[in-house]
């Protein structure tokens, strides 16, 4: 099966889907579990160049500053809602 979520699309590295999908996992009590789990099947069907492995970690602080902009802009128009 699968999920195609056009929220943020953009032209990108494909690497960029694997560090968006992990980032998910970032604050799970065991992420580690998630991450390999995900990765087992996704490596499964794609293979990274070097380069894009070495970019990974830069793709997923830069999906976790956008989330940040982009909820924090949401929050000061009044369309999203603190907890």
Request: with cysteine; aromatic share 20%; proline share 5%.
């Amino acid at each position: 099966t699968g999920l195609l979520d056009f929220e943020f699309c953009a032209f990108d590295w494909r690497a960029t889907d694997f560090a968006i999908s992990i980032s998910k996992w970032i604050d799970e009590p065991d992420p580690f579990f998630f991450i390999s789990a995900f990765a087992q099947g996704y490596f499964a069907r794609v293979s990274f160049e070097p380069a894009e492995i070495e970019a990974l970690p830069f793709l997923i602080i830069m999906r976790l500053i956008s989330n940040i902009v982009f909820f924090t802009a949401r929050i000061r128009v009044g369309e999203e809602k603190l907890q």
